[in-house]
């Protein structure tokens, strides 16, 4: 398994390194004036047509007018000009935004002043509510910006205007940072003022002082989910803090609150984003935080309830970093990723990454020369994205092209399989079923087994088990699948590790040879007969027991001699046994002594001895046929050394025997075990047959 683990980690690396982002310039947009400086960007099916128009708010400063004016113009997704609104206004006053949304039948535009009274520098927000197609004012709202423990002038800027639907009203909630920043110190925080929209009017509902840097709608708890930021330093001196803090912000007024994260730090360089912005699919994935400090970046992803997190990473680089825009997107029609865009100071250049939502797992990290200002999803969900200079009146309008070779899903784990040994039908598995490739490439497949038990083989998509014969135990079966996608970069990985547990039974034995080799025969004299049974079990120890017409002879061996010396029908039966199976082996005798016809004369052979087993003594019993000077018995170990020798010497044919005491040539005793016995006539062995000696 380290092995897999080992390549799962190359092709991971593999795939970020070979994965790529490319941005097309579908269209550019040219300001009306030359001097015109886009301010924002938003999509926005304000006329309700069913189709999204581009809003791009522009502002003008004429010096030698004393007055100035900012521009509303719309277009299409095409880039051609649909309105134009040019509004002026003194230079007493400063201009800070603008924002169209319908309520009760009713198309508004809200728009925002900044007036300082001087000398006692009074900031006021100066909002004016607007019927858009008659340009007719309906409402006017001045908030005051002061902090009365600041005696030096504040300035504000919006964060953003966002209208909500709270039971039959409709709200404005407004985001404001801030603050000053003179020689001698700097502060700055963020601000919400909810604001009452009511036919021709507006009403200040509340100031939340804890909220105003962004805010996205929680939709299982019916609220809000609000971030709040605050920085001050000292000049000079190295005196600063940050703080910030992100919370579940009730609906109701007063507003109450229930914290999710925060932060506090002795800098006034933090930094805190929302990275889940156009958010479809809030309640598969949950929300995302990135809190950049110097030059770490610490992500969170929380769960849909917010009561816990399901990952976490903190990234560190080299030099201080700067996080730009983020976005939720959908690759490969699955909705579970997100892009981002940073830069590292004196790197030149800005980095792409997008991570998967569920595991944080990173799919790209490349450079780029491109960090768009504004991200916007369309209602079929593809992302524009919008790049101007603040100095600048031009707006390039971007698509996004995303090359990820994703690695083949697991859509469900193959279960162990527990089988019994020498199972008769081999095992089919349809990989197909199991794994699912997102790029739609073609798979195939490997397997790799632990330990041999059992054989496994790839057909096409088939993966099949078969038996090894006697084989069991546990082992565990690896399927790699591959979607040879080597255009781009090919993405393997290891599907799923199964396990394969084959029972153990028991095997019956085997009977491999016996002897004599005839099963049925006729003798016509008296002789001793040895009865041999060769049998093997793989997985269990054999007993034998041996029969004579049904009488246990008590011989617990494969060897047994029986003297036949009277007339009749005998069975000799050899049973072996593993305690589960059972083995006959049986050879019908028929004997007759009266028919033995004593002018026929037996052949030269050893006629066997008994009884065998024996102890101490056994009677070896032979026929010598022809004229012979001299015959012996000559007795051996199992190493071929000669223990004793008996001598039988005649020299007319007979039938005899001898007898062996189960001493050796100086009559000392020898050891038990297996000896074997030699008829040997003028010098020539005529036959040979064993016997055991049991003490």
């Given at each position: 398994m380290k092995k897999v683990f080992v390549l799962l980690l190359f092709f991971l690396l593999l795939n970020i390194l070979c994965s790529q982002v490319q941005f097309n310039l579908d269209y550019s947009i040219p300001g009306i004036d030359p001097d015109d400086e886009v301010q924002n960007i938003w999509l926005d099916d304000f006329d309700e047509n069913g189709e999204e128009e581009i809003w791009i708010l522009y502002t003008h400063e004429d010096v030698n007018q004393n007055m100035d004016y900012w521009r509303l113009t719309s277009y299409n997704l095409a880039g051609e000009q649909l309105s134009i609104f040019t509004k002026s206004y003194y230079a007493d006053s400063t201009f800070k935004g603008c924002s169209l949304f319908n309520s009760n039948g009713i198309s508004y535009r809200m728009?925002?002043?900044?007036?300082?009274?001087?000398?006692?520098?009074?900031?006021?927000?100066?909002?004016?509510?607007?019927?858009?197609?008659?340009?007719?004012?309906?409402?006017?709202?001045?908030?005051?910006?002061?902090?009365?423990?600041?005696?030096?002038?504040?300035?504000?800027?919006p964060d953003f205007m966002e209208k909500f639907t709270i039971g039959d009203?409709?709200?404005?909630?407004l985001g404001f940072e801030q603050g000053f920043d003179?020689?001698?110190?700097?502060?700055?925080?963020?601000?919400?003022y909810k604001l009452l929209i009511d036919q021709s009017s507006m009403s200040l509902v509340e100031e939340i002082s804890r909220g105003g840097q962004f805010l996205s709608y929680y939709e299982e708890d019916n609220a809000l989910i609000s971030c709040h930021q605050e920085s001050w330093s000292a000049h000079p001196g190295p005196a600063a803090g940050f703080d910030y803090y992100i919370d579940l912000l009730s609906l109701d007024s007063p507003a109450t609150y229930n914290n999710i994260q925060n932060g506090s730090y002795s800098s006034n360089y933090g930094q805190i984003m929302q990275m889940s912005e156009n958010d479809f699919s809030y309640n598969n994935y949950g929300f995302i935080s990135a809190f950049t400090i110097y030059h770490?970046?610490?992500?969170?992803?929380?769960?849909?309830?917010l009561f816990s997190t399901m990952w976490e990473e903190e990234l560190t680089m080299p030099s201080s970093v700067e996080l730009y825009q983020s976005s939720c997107i959908s690759i490969g029609g699955e909705d579970s990723y997100f892009i981002y865009f940073y830069e590292v100071s004196g790197s030149q250049l800005y980095t792409i990454e997008i991570r998967d939502r569920t595991n944080g797992e990173i799919l790209l990290s490349q450079d780029s020369s491109l960090s768009p200002e504004v991200i916007s999803r369309k209602q079929d969900g593809e992302l524009l994205f919008f790049d101007y200079s603040y100095y600048s009146s031009q707006t390039d309008v971007y698509s996004i092209e995303v090359s990820i070779n994703f690695p083949p899903v697991l859509v469900f784990p193959i279960n162990n399989i527990e089988v019994e040994e020498d199972f008769p039908e081999a095992i089919a598995i349809n990989l197909d079923y199991y794994f699912y490739d997102q790029n739609g490439d073609e798979l195939t497949y490997a397997a790799y087994i632990e330990d041999n038990?059992?054989?496994?083989?790839?057909?096409?998509?088939?993966?099949?088990?078969?038996s090894m014969a006697n084989m069991n135990g546990t082992t565990e079966i690896t399927v790699i699948a591959d979607d040879n996608n080597s255009s781009t970069c090919?993405?393997?990985?290891?599907?799923?590790?199964?396990?394969?547990t084959i029972n153990p039974v028991n095997d019956p034995p085997e009977i491999i040879s016996y002897s004599p080799e005839?099963?049925?025969?006729?003798?016509?004299?008296?002789?001793?007969?040895?009865?041999?049974?060769?049998?093997?079990?793989?997985?269990?120890?054999?007993?034998?027991?041996?029969?004579v017409n049904n009488e246990n002879q008590n011989i617990p061996d494969y060897l047994f001699t029986y003297q036949f010396s009277e007339n009749g029908n005998y069975e000799i039966k050899c049973t072996i046994n593993d305690e589960e199976f059972f083995l006959d082996t049986i050879w019908n005798i028929s004997v007759n002594l009266a028919e033995i016809n004593n002018s026929l004369t037996l052949p030269t052979q050893l006629l066997g001895n008994y009884p065998n087993p024996f102890n101490p003594s056994t009677t070896i019993s032979f026929s010598v046929t022809q004229s012979s000077d001299f015959a012996t018995i000559e007795i051996y170990n199992l190493k071929g050394q000669k223990v004793k020798t008996l001598p039988v010497s005649n020299s007319q044919s007979h039938a005899g025997s001898v007898s062996w005491d189960g001493t050796?040539?100086?009559?000392?005793?020898v050891s038990s075990g297996i000896y074997y016995y030699k008829l040997v006539v003028d010098g020539k062995t005529v036959d040979t047959k064993k016997c055991l000696l049991l003490k």
């Open positions: 728009e925002l002043y900044e007036n300082v009274i001087t000398p006692v520098f009074q900031t006021y927000c100066i909002i004016k509510l607007y019927d858009y197609y008659t340009n007719t004012i309906l409402d006017t709202l001045i908030l005051d910006i002061d902090d009365p423990a600041c005696s030096l002038p504040i300035t504000f800027n009203s409709d709200y404005i909630y003179h020689a001698i110190e700097s502060c700055l925080e963020t601000r919400l770490t970046i610490e992500l969170k992803c929380y769960t849909p309830h038990i059992a054989e496994v083989q790839i057909d096409d998509s088939i993966l099949t088990i078969s090919s993405r393997d990985t290891s599907g799923t590790s199964f396990q394969l005839e099963l049925s025969f006729e003798i016509t004299e008296e002789q001793e007969i040895s009865f041999e049974v060769n049998a093997e079990d793989i997985d269990s120890d054999l007993t034998y027991t041996w029969f050796n040539q100086t009559n000392n005793p």
